[in-house]
């Protein structure tokens, strides 16, 4: 082969690789990118209402995906936050932005309500323009997307006011948004590879939806949840004296008056009937007079849970016997009248006579009822009425069918304040659970945890010695005995107020998780003593290095890099990078589950140097930290500035994120460089792997 032969050969060569190269960057930036999601599809829209506008936002969720709404209280996930930029001197918003159909669902990872959209988020925000010039409305969204784990993004619209928007025009004009692009910041999500064909058929369906009511799933099991407290509750009120002794008094009348035993079995069923119908009509009222999320969004206003905690306070003192509360004696009479008159109508106000009568006993827990269930919007407080009214309703009907049954029925006395008194106490313990929200939207720590179950102990402690007959209330009646029913009530109440007394110590009480304020809401986050989380104790947090601090399950853990490199290099150990977030809820998750096992535990607190950055950290930088990114993106607080480095770094927005680096920056664990919320067993493997790494 000459010269010429053996040149062009190798510059073949060199022109083959580099193409090979070029390819193989092209298939790997690719593959980056795929790791940054965006779950939610934004469209917006100006129109016009009366003399004002109104601005719109629909968003398309992913499949599986849900977007939190801003109503979800302090101390959770990431509420919506919504930014009107330019707002002086051009437009005045009127009222709040309204929100289109949510869910409400329990957080046990923060003992909160969690509020959110699913399939879609439908927003509103009327506006009086009062600059005539005004040529965009400019909005910023910040908000949390979750599926098994969660985004943080931001997004911001610029929405264009056409030129012939004018007051007096009586038609609507519609302008869709100009959309800026969205930066995406991560708190948590997994990383799932989609082919581009169903990304793009995707996309091409969500704009296409974007314009249609989309409404979220009924949340079935929480409906079905609020029918079958709400049936218990029915069955207690009916154990009260207000309703009990009602019950063979009216049998007896029905059958007595009914001309045949079919016809007082028919007139007894109606009146059955005719109690839930009057419940239920009440639900709707309620139901129709707040909205089917007014209540939803009240349930986080400090207001309202301080005003409802009085409300509480009061019924439980009336049932402990300090007083009753009545309706007028009036409508009671005029009830009674109208059921003379018999025949349909008069079983009809019979109901209503028995509704109004027994409301000194009904009324505290129907009025609780209502409000725990019109908290979770939509249907809930039908249902929650139906739930209630069906319980008061079934004796009447069963008894009216099976007449003998009513000699076994027990007789009236004592027994039936005592079960007055047993909601008493339930509905003090209740109260303090709105307190309790109050306190936390407001972050007051006037309420914390510890705080909290020591109240409890004293309420059910309290209760405990009331059932053994140690306290007397006065509408009891002397006992020189107490019942075997009554000693084995006691026995429960003693059993729970005894597994409350650890949670002063830091025992995480599984039981009631709903109720008290979470764990990181206390006066000692540690347990009283600081002996709580097992393996923490105040004297362990002497002698950190500095820029460290105990973070879950005593494991030493730095915030800020550059601290947590420095101590690395000193120590001479591998790095575990943990980029989180304040309100990730899977991140707490992996936590909890997965960081706590025995094999995995000792890792972290022997093996490595974790260093845990939080990206909804919304400390501001110091200005000569400030910075802006090649892709215009404005680095201005401690999360924006872990954000960038998770992202230009590691080419993914997921979260929770590990990696596990040398002291060089470089990735350990080769097949997997990153990992997001897992098992134990596969995250015990994979780090295990990277440690091994390490040179």
Same mark, same amino acid.
Not at 261 to 280: C, E, M, P
């Given at each position: 082969?000459?010269?010429?032969?053996?040149?062009?050969?190798?510059?073949?060569?060199?022109?083959?690789?580099?193409?090979?190269?070029?390819?193989?960057?092209?298939?790997?930036?690719?593959?980056?990118?795929?790791?940054?999601?965006?779950?939610?599809?934004?469209?917006?829209? /100006?129109?016009?209402?009366?003399?004002?506008?109104?601005?719109?936002?629909?968003?398309?969720?992913? #499949?599986?995906?849900?977007?939190?709404?801003?109503?979800?209280?302090?101390?959770?996930?990431?509420?919506?936050?919504?930014?009107?930029?330019?707002?002086?001197?051009?437009?005045?918003?009127?009222?709040?932005?309204?929100?289109?159909?949510?869910?409400?669902?329990?957080?046990?990872?923060?003992?909160?309500?969690?509020?959110?959209?699913?399939?879609?988020?439908?927003?509103?925000?009327?506006?009086?323009?009062?600059?005539?010039?005004?040529?965009?409305?400019?909005?910023?969204?910040?908000?949390?997307?979750?599926?098994?784990?969660?985004?943080?993004?931001?997004?911001?619209?610029?929405?264009?006011?056409?030129?012939?928007?004018? /007051?007096?025009?009586?038609?609507?004009?519609?302008?869709?948004?100009?959309?800026?692009?969205?930066?995406?910041?991560?708190?948590?999500?997994?990383? $799932?590879?989609?082919?581009?064909?169903?990304?793009?058929?995707?996309?091409?369906?969500?704009?296409?939806?974007? #314009?249609?009511? /989309?409404?979220?799933?009924?949340?079935?099991?929480?409906?079905?949840?609020?029918?079958? $407290?709400?049936?218990?509750?029915?069955?207690?009120?009916?154990?009260?004296?207000?309703?009990?002794?009602?019950?063979?008094?009216?049998?007896?009348?029905?059958?007595?008056?009914?001309?045949?035993?079919?016809?007082? $079995?028919?007139?007894?069923?109606?009146?059955?009937?005719?109690?839930?119908?009057?419940?239920?009509?009440?639900?709707?009222?309620?139901? #129709?007079?707040?909205?089917?999320?007014?209540?939803?969004?009240?349930?986080?206003?400090?207001?309202?849970?301080?005003?409802?905690?009085?409300?509480?306070?009061?019924?439980?003192?009336?049932?402990?016997?300090?007083?009753?509360?009545?309706?007028?004696?009036?409508?009671?009479?005029?009830?009674?009248?109208?059921?003379?008159?018999?025949?349909?109508?008069?079983?009809?106000?019979?109901?209503?006579?028995?509704?109004?009568?027994?409301?000194?006993?009904?009324?505290?827990?129907?009025?609780?009822?209502?409000?725990?269930?019109?908290?979770?919007?939509?249907?809930?407080?039908?249902?929650?009425?139906?739930?209630?009214?069906?319980?008061?309703?079934?004796?009447?009907?069963?008894?009216?069918?099976?007449?003998?049954?009513?000699?076994?029925?027990?007789?009236?006395?004592?027994?039936?304040?005592?079960?007055?008194?047993?909601?008493?106490?339930?509905?003090?313990?209740?109260?303090?659970?709105?307190?309790?929200?109050?306190?936390?939207?407001?972050?007051? @720590?006037?309420?914390?945890?510890?705080?909290?179950?020591?109240?409890? $102990?004293?309420?059910?402690?309290?209760?405990?010695?009331?059932?053994?007959?140690?306290?007397?209330?006065?509408?009891?009646?002397?006992? @020189? @005995?107490?019942?075997?029913?009554?000693?084995?009530?006691?026995?429960?109440?003693?059993?729970?107020?005894?597994?409350?007394?650890?949670?002063?110590?830091?025992?995480?009480?599984?039981?009631?998780?709903?109720?008290?304020?979470?764990?990181?809401?206390?006066?000692?986050?540690?347990?009283?003593?600081?002996?709580?989380?097992?393996?923490?104790?105040?004297?362990?947090?002497?002698?950190?290095?500095?820029?460290?601090?105990?973070?879950?399950?005593?494991?030493?853990?730095? @915030?800020?890099?550059?601290?947590?490199?420095?101590?690395?290099?000193?120590?001479?150990?591998?790095?575990?990078?943990?980029?989180?977030?304040?309100?990730?809820?899977?991140?707490?998750?992996?936590?909890?589950?997965?960081?706590?096992?025995?094999?995995?535990?000792?890792?972290?607190?022997?093996?490595?140097?974790?260093?845990?950055?939080?990206?909804?950290?919304?400390?501001?930088?110091?200005?000569?930290?400030?910075?802006?990114?090649?892709?215009?993106?404005?680095?201005?607080?401690?999360?924006?500035?872990?954000?960038?480095?998770?992202?230009?770094?590691?080419?993914?927005?997921?979260?929770?994120?590990?990696?596990?680096?040398?002291?060089?920056?470089?990735?350990?664990?080769?097949?997997?460089?990153?990992?997001?919320?897992?098992?134990?067993?596969?995250?015990?493997?994979?780090?295990?792997?990277?440690?091994?790494?390490? #040179?």
């Amino acid at each position: 082969m000459n010269f010429n032969q053996n040149h062009r050969a190798i510059l073949s060569r060199s022109i083959w690789n580099k193409i090979t190269a070029f390819l193989l960057l092209f298939f790997f930036t690719l593959a980056g990118n795929a790791q940054i999601l965006e779950p939610v599809k934004w469209t917006s829209k /100006i129109e016009k209402k009366g003399n004002n506008a109104v601005l719109i936002f629909d968003g398309t969720i992913e #499949k599986d995906w849900h977007m939190y709404s801003q109503f979800t209280p302090d101390g959770g996930p990431l509420a919506l936050e919504i930014s009107f930029k330019n707002q002086k001197g051009n437009y005045e918003l009127v009222g709040k932005a309204k929100e289109g159909k949510t869910r409400t669902a329990y957080n046990d990872v923060f003992g909160v309500d969690e509020t959110f959209f699913e399939g879609k988020a439908h927003i509103e925000q009327e506006i009086k323009i009062i600059n005539p010039n005004l040529k965009t409305v400019d909005v910023d969204f910040d908000f949390q997307v979750c599926k098994e784990v969660c985004i943080n993004s931001s997004k911001k619209f610029s929405i264009a006011v056409p030129s012939t928007f004018k /007051i007096d025009e009586a038609l609507p004009v519609v302008s869709e948004a100009k959309l800026d692009e969205t930066k995406t910041a991560a708190l948590a999500v997994d990383t $799932i590879k989609k082919e581009t064909a169903a990304a793009e058929d995707q996309t091409v369906k969500a704009e296409n939806e974007a #314009k249609e009511d /989309i409404p979220a799933p009924a949340p079935a099991r929480s409906l079905w949840s609020i029918f079958f $407290i709400a049936f218990l509750s029915g069955f207690a009120a009916l154990l009260t004296p207000c309703v009990f002794p009602m019950i063979p008094m009216t049998v007896s009348f029905f059958t007595k008056q009914s001309k045949s035993r079919a016809k007082g $079995i028919r007139n007894a069923i109606i009146y059955g009937l005719s109690i839930i119908a009057i419940y239920v009509i009440l639900g709707l009222i309620v139901t #129709k007079i707040f909205g089917a999320d007014a209540l939803n969004a009240l349930s986080t206003d400090v207001w309202f849970n301080l005003i409802f905690f009085v409300i509480l306070i009061i019924f439980a003192t009336s049932f402990l016997g300090a007083f009753e509360i009545m309706l007028p004696n009036s409508w009671a009479n005029k009830a009674d009248q109208q059921a003379d008159k018999g025949g349909l109508i008069g079983i009809l106000f019979m109901a209503l006579a028995l509704a109004i009568v027994s409301f000194s006993c009904t009324g505290p827990i129907v009025g609780t009822l209502l409000v725990e269930a019109a908290s979770n919007g939509g249907i809930a407080p039908v249902v929650g009425m139906l739930g209630f009214s069906s319980a008061l309703a079934l004796p009447f009907m069963l008894f009216a069918m099976f007449p003998g049954w009513l000699n076994s029925l027990p007789k009236s006395g004592g027994w039936l304040n005592t079960v007055k008194v047993v909601l008493g106490f339930l509905e003090l313990a209740l109260a303090f659970k709105f307190l309790s929200n109050a306190d936390l939207v407001l972050q007051l @720590h006037f309420l914390e945890r510890e705080v909290f179950i020591a109240i409890w $102990i004293a309420i059910f402690g309290a209760l405990t010695l009331y059932l053994f007959g140690k306290i007397t209330l006065p509408h009891d009646s002397p006992t @020189h @005995h107490i019942s075997v029913g009554r000693l084995y009530l006691g026995l429960l109440t003693l059993v729970f107020t005894m597994y409350l007394i650890p949670g002063l110590w830091g025992a995480p009480l599984k039981l009631i998780s709903a109720f008290p304020p979470p764990p990181q809401y206390s006066e000692s986050p540690f347990g009283v003593g600081g002996s709580g989380n097992g393996a923490v104790s105040s004297e362990s947090i002497k002698g950190l290095p500095e820029g460290a601090e105990l973070g879950p399950h005593g494991i030493m853990v730095f @915030h800020d890099y550059e601290d947590g490199l420095a101590y690395a290099k000193e120590i001479k150990k591998p790095i575990m990078l943990d980029f989180t977030g304040y309100a990730c809820v899977n991140c707490r998750k992996m936590e909890n589950n997965v960081w706590s096992e025995p094999t995995i535990l000792p890792i972290l607190k022997n093996d490595v140097v974790l260093i845990s950055l939080y990206v909804d950290d919304k400390r501001e930088l110091p200005k000569e930290e400030q910075f802006v990114t090649k892709s215009a993106d404005k680095i201005i607080t401690v999360g924006d500035k872990w954000t960038d480095f998770m992202i230009s770094k590691y080419k993914t927005n997921t979260q929770p994120l590990y990696v596990i680096t040398d002291l060089e920056g470089n990735n350990l664990n080769a097949s997997k460089p990153t990992i997001s919320y897992v098992s134990a067993d596969e995250y015990l493997h994979w780090l295990k792997e990277g440690i091994s790494n390490f #040179k």
